[in-house]
């Protein structure tokens, strides 16, 4: 089906046009000049990315602002965008719901349109690798959320795919089994080198999983930054703070949380500080972490 | 004075009037769950206790008989009932026409369930079939089954065909109406799914679009299974010597009032199985859905 649609060409590496010094030689996603209006919006406006072969990219940016419809044009689910859209053949979506078939059991699920004769074992195996193995016979239905959503990464894996594209695929879940599916999906993306496309607006997950966070606003790519940090990663890191302030400000967004209504002047904010001067604020301002979270290490 | 006035206006006065935290208000506790609230006893299984209705309607009808608060001649008794049973039984009457009525509904449900699919099915998932089809089918459910009476008995004489053709009819359009609206409701988000692991068309229709509208289909099943007895009684009118609707006339001519309630309590048994019946697909094809079980 995807081949069929108009901004959804197959190059092969080496005709690909890709922008001279920006992307590694082999490119997974090349995209120029995409357009996508609904209406009089324009949610995308001449956006350009490129992702490398084996590259795990996180995009962030406020709800409404074009990740998601960026990953549906990737996906062939979006006949209308224009301009060019350069994917490889075999593509795998998680959604933010797991969006299993609830009328198949879960081994069903996993191998659903997989024509190979040894679809069984390899799904057998991808439900295996995600520890859902004695899960297979079990209904959707009967899965908690994380669950499901173990079985949709199987579903997708077992496809063996170029590029993964993960549409907020932890934003239903609970904090906790999120840090497991971090390490998780780490763990599986490194066994079998997918280029990835996380959409996110969780700034901490994007560092924690990415080799590169790009910022979408405005229908643009506003700002592209390297995450250069040594894995396995955690948030206590004194670089992890730096560049979240930083993703932070770029998203215009500013993290003080604290009990002192801020219209009360700045009276209440002084006597927050004077009553626990090491209340986590760093050099930048921004609230660290540490103080309330717990630091999953995330290893590849 | 002065020491009375400090003390009872600066405390509340500066709490309404600042937005220092306040305290928490007072709570009562209520138990929920605990050693003194009963639970709850189970005496009999789940099948007897669904029999508790009937059983009261059959104790009050059997009461009331007995102490003459019903007028044997105009509501027979449990007993009289009964031996009109027996009796039909023993000439075996009752076989032949409750047989005969029941070919008619299995042939009516055929037809109708096929048609019925089928249709729903084209008008789903085609845009032409719907323009053809939707509108029409949406016109014969407003026409009530028994107005089309004559005209079949015009077109088709006074056999089998027609009175098969009105339970097929409104068997049909209870299928469609439900089958339709469910295969336009499956969840598009399933169908995109399916899309990105390169589903066909064809896979995307017999794997997601029909087994999502698996529900609905049944629910227009539940309806047109009691349909059926219903035009069954419609269908039955026309000439006939074989069937309940036959019985039920002659009954009716003979004054044999017991053969009346007999027929209803025919219906009313028929009504449970047919029920039973599709609570049965339900639960086999439908095992992937948690269903609510009730309190």
């Keep these: 089906m995807a081949s069929r649609l108009p901004g959804d060409v197959i190059p092969s590496a080496s005709n690909a046009p890709v922008p001279e010094g920006q992307a590694p030689p082999e490119a997974a996603v090349v995209v120029t000049g995409v357009r996508r209006r609904f209406g009089d919006h324009t949610v995308l406006d001449g956006l350009d990315l490129t992702i490398g072969a084996g590259e795990f990219v996180a995009m962030l940016g406020h709800s409404g602002s074009g990740k998601s419809t960026l990953l549906r044009a990737l996906a062939g689910l979006d006949p209308e965008v224009t301009g060019s859209v350069l994917v490889p053949p075999q593509r795998a979506v998680v959604f933010q719901h797991p969006r299993l078939l609830p009328w198949k059991r879960v081994l069903a699920n996993v191998i659903f349109n997989l024509r190979e004769p040894d679809a069984r074992q390899r799904g057998y195996a991808a439900l295996e690798e995600v520890g859902l193995a004695s899960h297979a016979r079990a209904w959707p239905a009967t899965l908690s959320g994380g669950e499901a959503q173990r079985v949709a990464l199987a579903r997708a894996l077992v496809r063996r795919p170029h590029l993964l594209l993960l549409d907020e695929p932890f934003g239903a879940l609970d904090a906790l089994t999120r840090i497991k599916m971090y390490a998780l999906l780490k763990r599986l993306c490194h066994r079998y080198r997918p280029a990835v496309l996380l959409v996110t607006h969780d700034v901490d997950e994007a560092i924690l999983l990415a080799d590169r966070v790009v910022v979408l606003q405005g229908g643009r790519i506003s700002l592209d930054l390297p995450v250069t940090l040594p894995t396995p990663r955690s948030r206590s890191e004194a670089g992890f703070t730096a560049l979240r302030a930083r993703l932070l400000s770029a998203l215009g967004v500013e993290e003080r949380v604290g009990d002192a209504d801020p219209r009360d002047a700045s009276q209440g904010d002084a006597a927050l500080q004077a009553a626990d001067p090491t209340d986590g604020v760093d050099s930048s301002g921004a609230r660290s972490w540490s103080a309330v979270a717990d630091s999953p290490e995330v290893s590849r | ?295």
Excluded: C
């Design chain 2, 1 to 295: 004075m002065t020491t009375l006035d400090s003390r009872v206006t600066t405390p509340v006065g500066s709490l309404a009037a600042s937005r220092e935290p306040r305290p928490s208000p007072p709570t009562t506790l209520i138990e929920v769950a605990g050693p003194s609230r009963p639970t709850k006893r189970v005496l009999l299984p789940r099948w007897l206790r669904k029999l508790y209705g009937p059983v009261a309607l059959l104790l009050l009808w059997w009461s009331t008989s007995a102490t003459g608060l019903l007028d044997p001649d105009l509501f027979p008794p449990p007993g009289a009932v009964v031996g009109a049973t027996t009796d039909l039984i023993a000439d075996g009457e009752l076989f032949l026409h409750v047989w005969a009525s029941i070919q008619r509904v299995l042939y009516g449900l055929l037809f109708g369930v096929l048609g019925g699919t089928v249709l729903a099915v084209l008008s789903g998932l085609t845009r032409i079939g719907e323009d053809l089809l939707d509108s029409t089918m949406q016109i014969l459910k407003a026409v009530p089954n028994y107005a089309l009476t004559p005209l079949l008995i015009m077109w088709m004489g006074i056999g089998e065909e027609p009175k098969i053709l009105l339970i097929a009819l409104g068997v049909g359009i209870a299928i469609y109406i439900n089958t339709y609206s469910a295969i336009r409701g499956v969840d598009n988000a399933l169908v995109e799914a399916a899309t990105t692991l390169g589903a066909s068309r064809a896979a995307l229709i017999w794997h997601v679009i029909l087994p999502g509208s698996l529900p609905g289909f049944l629910v227009g099943l539940r309806l047109a299974l009691s349909g059926a007895w219903l035009s069954l009684i419609f269908a039955e009118t026309i000439n006939t010597t074989e069937g309940i609707g036959y019985l039920m006339t002659r009954a009716q001519n003979l004054l044999q009032s017991e053969v009346s309630v007999l027929i209803l309590v025919i219906y009313a048994v028929i009504g449970m199985i047919s029920y039973a019946f599709v609570r049965f697909l339900e639960r086999r094809l439908l095992a992937w859905r948690p269903g609510f079980q009730g309190t």
